[in-house]
C-alpha cells in the first residue's frame, strides 16, 4: 500500500477542533501569514522594551534561574535543617511554607491554633523563630521568599530585624515576600482584615521598603492562585495585572515615584496546561507588563517594567491517582518554565497531591530542574521558541486575551470593588465547576483520571504528614518562656505605638519593626490591628 | 423529592482556605436540586453546628484539606449530637487517608469524599441515602 493511498481517506474527514483553554481556537498549522495577521512580530531584543523574548540579554546563559522548592514544616529548628539539605543539594534559593496559624495571625497557643501549629509550615510566632530558622543561612547568595500574606507586613519586619541583628545591611538585602492579599480573597483564602485595610498594609510595605530596604521585593502578585482556582491562563495574567495595577496605584497616591518601587515588583505564576499556550502566556504577560508601566505609569527606568517572576508549581495540574505520573508533568512544567525566561523555579513534587513532600521527592524535583540546565540545553540561548509562527502568533493572541481580562475587571469598577463584592470568586470558581464536569465527563483529558486508568481499582495513597503533638507542645513551651523572658514594657510600648499609628491611618511598618525588635508576637500584633482594623467578612456569592 | 427542597449545609472549619473543591460542590449541588447553604472559611465548630441548628438543615458537609479533619470533625460532631441533629446526615471531604475513615463513621460522619472523589458520586451519595 502506497503513502497516498493509506492518507487520502482521512482528508474527507475534518480533524478535531482545538480550543485552548483561554478560548483560542488551534490552527492545525501556523505560518508567516498568521503571525502578520495577528500583529506581526515584535522585534525587540531581550533587554529592550517590551521584553518580549526576555528582560535580560543573556538570560540563562549568564545566570540559570533560581531554584526555589517551597519548604516550611513544623518548627524552625527542622526547618532549618531541611533548609540546608535543600541547600546542599544545589538548591540556590529558600521558599518558606508557615503553618496556618502563623498565616492566620494567631500565635501557637490560640484556640484557633489548635491542631495547626507545624502542621502546613514552619510555626512562627516571635523573631526567635525567625533567627533559629535562618541560622546559618548565607542571606547575600541564598534570597529568601515568605510565602505569607495575612500576615506578610508583620513576617517582612521580622525578616529586616533578623537580617539587621545578624549584620547584614538592610538597604542591600534581597529577597521577597508573597504579600499579595487581594489574591488570597479570590482564591487561598489567609486573609485576615477587611480588604481596603488589607490594601493599606500591602501599601505600606511597599512604601517602607522602597524608602530603607530598595533591594527587597515586598510584594510577589500571585496569578497562580487565582489559576488554581478556575481561572484560564490568560485570566490569570488578567486578573494579576488588575491587582498590580491596584497597589501600583496605592503606593503612587503615598507620593511615591513609580521608578522607586515598580523594579521591586514580581510575580509569581502558574505552569500547568498546554505547553504552548503557557509560553506564548509569559512571552505576552512580560511584554504587557512593559507597556502597562511605560504607557500608563510613564516609568523612566526601562527595569521598572520588568516582569520578574517566579513560574512554578502547577498543583492543580497533579494527579493523586497513578502519582508517579506527576515527576513527569514536572518535567514538562518545569520546560514550560524555562521555555518561558522564568527568573525563578519551583515545582510541585509528585507526593504533593496528597502529602508535605518528603526529602527525596524535593530532591526529585531540584533534579528535574538541574537536568534541563545541564543537561537538555535550556540555558544555552535566549527564548528559543521565538519567531515560530506558531508561538508568536499565539502570543499576540494571548495579549488580546489578557487586555480582555483587565477590561472585564475595569467593567466591574475595578478589582478591589470586584473583589470586595465577591465577583471575581464567583466567575473563577463557576469556572473551577465547569472545569470540574468536564473533567469527570472525559471531555477535558486525564491520564490516569479519565483516561489510561489502571484496569484494577488503584488504592489511593493520601497520606499525612503525621501531626506532631508533641512538637507543638514544644513551640508552646518556648513561646510561653519567651513572653516570661522578654522585656514586658517594651513590649507593651511598641504595641501601644502600633495601635496608635493604625487609628492614625499613619504608616505600621516602622512601629512593627520596633515591636518585632522586643519580640512582641504573630498574634499580639495581629490583635492590634484586627482591634483598629476588624476583620474581613467573606461574601458569599454564586451568580455574577 | 416531594415537599420542601432539602436543605444542605457545607462548612469549611479550620484555619484551612483551601475553597475550590468546597465551591464546587455547593454548585453542583444546586445543579441538582438542592438548597445550598456555604458558611465560607474560617468557621468554628460552635458556628457550623449552630448553623446547621437554626436553618434546620437534611445534609451537614464539612471540606477540610489541611489535615486536621479528625479533631475539627470531633468537635462538631459533640456538638451536633447536643443539638440533637443524629438524625441528618453528616459528610466529610477533603484531603483524608483511607486509614482515617473507620474514625470518621465513628463520630457520626459516614460519608467521606477524600480527594479525587467526583461529584457525580456526592450527589448519589446524598440521593440514595437520604431519607
Given amino acids: 500500500m502506497s503513502k497516498a493511498q493509506s492518507v487520502k481517506p482521512h482528508k474527507d474527514k475534518p480533524v478535531r477542533p482545538v480550543i485552548n483553554e483561554s478560548g483560542i481556537e488551534i490552527k492545525t498549522l501556523y505560518t508567516a501569514q498568521d503571525v502578520v495577521a495577528s500583529g506581526g512580530i515584535d522585534a525587540s531584543l531581550p533587554g529592550e522594551l517590551p521584553f518580549t523574548r526576555g528582560i535580560h540579554p543573556e538570560m540563562y546563559r549568564r545566570r540559570p534561574w533560581t531554584m526555589r522548592q517551597y519548604t516550611g514544616f513544623a518548627n524552625a529548628a527542622e526547618t532549618n535543617e531541611r533548609f540546608h539539605y535543600l541547600i546542599a543539594n544545589g538548591q540556590t534559593g529558600l521558599n518558606v511554607a508557615f503553618d496556618l496559624a502563623t498565616q492566620c495571625g494567631y500565635d501557637s497557643d490560640a484556640p484557633e491554633a489548635y491542631g495547626e501549629v507545624g502542621r502546613v509550615g514552619m510555626a512562627v510566632d516571635s523573631l526567635r523563630d525567625f533567627e533559629i530558622a535562618f541560622d546559618g543561612i548565607d542571606l547575600e547568595n541564598i534570597t529568601v521568599s515568605l510565602t505569607i500574606n495575612g500576615t506578610a507586613a508583620i513576617l517582612i519586619a521580622m525578616f529586616l530585624a533578623m537580617a539587621e541583628k545578624r549584620g547584614y545591611d538592610v538597604a542591600k538585602l534581597r529577597g521577597t515576600a508573597q504579600n499579595d492579599i487581594l489574591k488570597e480573597f479570590i482564591g487561598r483564602g489567609t486573609w485576615i482584615f477587611p480588604v481596603e485595610a488589607s490594601v493599606k498594609l500591602v501599601t505600606d510595605t511597599i512604601e517602607y521598603c522602597a524608602h530603607h530596604a530598595p533591594k527587597y521585593s515586598p510584594v510577589s502578585v500571585c496569578g497562580y492562585h487565582i489559576r488554581e482556582s478556575g481561572a484560564t491562563p490568560a485570566e490569570e495574567i488578567g486578573y494579576a495585572f488588575a491587582i498590580a495595577k491596584a497597589y501600583t496605584d496605592r503606593a503612587l497616591s503615598r507620593g511615591l515615584d513609580i521608578d522607586e518601587f515598580a523594579g521591586r515588583l514580581s510575580f509569581n505564576l502558574n505552569i500547568y496546561g498546554n505547553l504552548f499556550e503557557q509560553v506564548a502566556k509569559f512571552r505576552a504577560a512580560r511584554r504587557h507588563w512593559a507597556k502597562i508601566i511605560a504607557d500608563e505609569y510613564h516609568a523612566k527606568k526601562p527595569d521598572s517594567g520588568w516582569l520578574r517572576m517566579i513560574a512554578g508549581g502547577g498543583g492543580f495540574g497533579l494527579t493523586i491517582e497513578q502519582p508517579e505520573n506527576n515527576i513527569m508533568r514536572g518535567a514538562y512544567y518545569a520546560l514550560v518554565a524555562a521555555l518561558s525566561g522564568a527568573q525563578t523555579m519551583a515545582l510541585c513534587c509528585y507526593d504533593e497531591a496528597y502529602t508535605i513532600p518528603t526529602p527525596k521527592a524535593q530532591r526529585i524535583s531540584l533534579r528535574t530542574m538541574q537536568l534541563l540546565i545541564e543537561e537538555i540545553g535550556l540555558c544555552d540561548t535566549v527564548d528559543p521558541l521565538g519567531g515560530s509562527y506558531y508561538i508568536e502568533t499565539l502570543t499576540n493572541q494571548m495579549e488580546d486575551k489578557i487586555v480582555e481580562t483587565m477590561k472585564w475587571v475595569d467593567d466591574q469598577g475595578g478589582v478591589v470593588k470586584a473583589v470586595s463584592e465577591g465577583i471575581i470568586q464567583s466567575k473563577v470558581s463557576a469556572h473551577a465547576y465547569e472545569r470540574q464536569k468536564d473533567l469527570e465527563s472525559g471531555k477535558i483529558r486525564k491520564v490516569g483520571v479519565n483516561c489510561y486508568v489502571e484496569e484494577e481499582k488503584e488504592d489511593l495513597k493520601v497520606e499525612l504528614h503525621p501531626y506532631d503533638q508533641a512538637g507543638a507542645e514544644k513551640q508552646i513551651a518556648s513561646l510561653k518562656k519567651l513572653r516570661a523572658e522578654r522585656n514586658a514594657a517594651e513590649v507593651e510600648r511598641c504595641l501601644k505605638e502600633l495601635r496608635a499609628d493604625a487609628q492614625a491611618n499613619r504608616n505600621v511598618m516602622p512601629a512593627l519593626v520596633a515591636a518585632v525588635k522586643a519580640y512582641a508576637t504573630v498574634g499580639e500584633m495581629t490583635n492590634v490591628l484586627v482591634d483598629v482594623f476588624g476583620r474581613y467578612k467573606e461574601p458569599i456569592r454564586f451568580s455574577l | ?131
Avoid at chain 2, 5 to 30: E, F, Q, S, T, Y
Avoid at chain 2, 43 to 50: F, H, K, L, R, Y
Fill in chain 2, 1 to 131: 423529592m416531594t415537599g420542601r427542597k432539602k436543605k444542605i449545609l457545607i462548612a469549611k472549619p479550620g484555619l484551612d482556605g483551601h475553597d475550590v473543591g468546597a465551591k464546587v460542590v455547593v454548585r453542583a449541588l444546586m445543579d441538582a436540586g438542592y438548597e445550598v447553604i456555604y458558611t465560607g472559611l474560617r468557621q468554628t465548630p460552635e458556628a457550623i453546628a449552630g448553623k446547621a441548628r437554626d436553618e434546620n438543615v437534611d445534609v451537614i458537609g464539612l471540606s477540610i484539606l489541611s489535615g486536621s479533619h479528625l479533631p475539627l470533625c470531633q468537635k462538631t460532631a459533640k456538638l451536633l449530637r447536643e443539638y440533637q441533629m443524629t438524625d441528618r446526615m453528616w459528610l466529610v471531604g477533603g484531603n483524608i487517608p483511607e486509614k482515617d475513615r473507620q474514625a470518621l463513621a465513628e463520630m457520626g460522619f459516614k460519608g467521606v469524599f477524600p480527594t479525587a472523589s467526583k461529584l457525580s458520586d456526592i450527589v448519589s451519595y446524598i440521593r440514595e441515602n437520604l431519607p
